[in-house]
Every structure is written in structure tokens, then in C-alpha cells.
Nanobody, 120 residues
Framework: QVQLVESGGGLVQPGGSLRLSCAAS????????MSWYRQAPGKERELVAA????????HYADSVKGRFTISRDNAKNRVYLQMNSLKPEDTAVYYC?????????????WGQGTQVTVSS
């Protein structure tokens, strides 16, 4: 059974930090590209950060560059999102995503999300 379980969300003051964690199981984690998305109320889900399976190359949305860092631990089947200098506009539900593109199709899994609220 495929599972992606996010944790680490919560309420934090502006300028604060949080570290999100996503625990993966039920699939070959090292071969999957992993991403964090977020969705704020009334807005579409957007890509926040991504990390490839092989080289570990990373990509960030312009809005989080220099503040957020995505990383992965293939031995523990986990992906992380370190979020620093948080702003109220970072408030959203954050989702973990796993993608593997094969010859016959694409495998795409989502977690249930974790709420991040940035407020004083």
C-alpha cells in the first residue's frame, strides 16, 4: 500500500522556521522524483520545491528561493522541506508528491497534507 505521510506543520510567527517531513512507503522511493506543493484557501495548488531521484537536483518556486530547502534521505525513504524566514503568504496546506515516469505510464502519489499557518 502506497503511503505518503506529511508531518511538521503548525502555527509559526512571521520570520520563524518549520521543517516538514514526508515519510514514504509502498513504492521504490529512491527512483521517484519528490516534490512539495502547497494550496492556500481559494487558490490553486502550486509547486513549491522539487528534487530529482538520481542526481538530487533541486528546483524552487521563485517565491521561496533562498528561504526553503528541499532534501531527501533515500535510506530512510523521507523527503524534507526546511522553511526559514516564513511569511504570512506561506500559509497553506503543504502536500508531498512522488512521481515516476516509466515507459508505460506515470506513477503519481500524493500525501494528505499538513497545515502551515504563519501568523502573529
Amino acid at each position: 500500500q502506497v503511503q505518503l505521510v506529511e508531518s511538521g506543520g503548525g502555527l509559526v510567527q512571521p520570520g520563524g522556521s518549520l521543517r516538514l517531513s514526508c515519510a514514504a512507503s509502498g513504492f521504490a522511493f529512491p527512483f521517484y522524483a519528490m516534490s512539495w506543493y502547497r494550496q492556500a484557501p481559494g487558490k490553486e495548488r502550486e509547486l513549491v520545491a522539487a528534487i530529482t531521484s538520481a542526481s538530487g537536483s533541486t528546483h524552487y518556486a521563485d517565491s521561496v528561493k533562498g528561504r526553503f530547502t528541499i532534501s531527501r534521505d533515500n535510506a530512510k525513504n523521507r523527503v524534507y522541506l526546511q522553511m526559514n524566514s516564513l511569511k504570512p503568504e506561506d500559509t497553506a496546506v503543504y502536500y508531498c508528491n512522488a512521481v515516476y515516469v516509466a515507459t508505460g505510464g506515470e506513477y503519481d502519489y500524493w500525501g494528505q497534507g499538513t497545515q502551515v499557518t504563519v501568523s502573529s
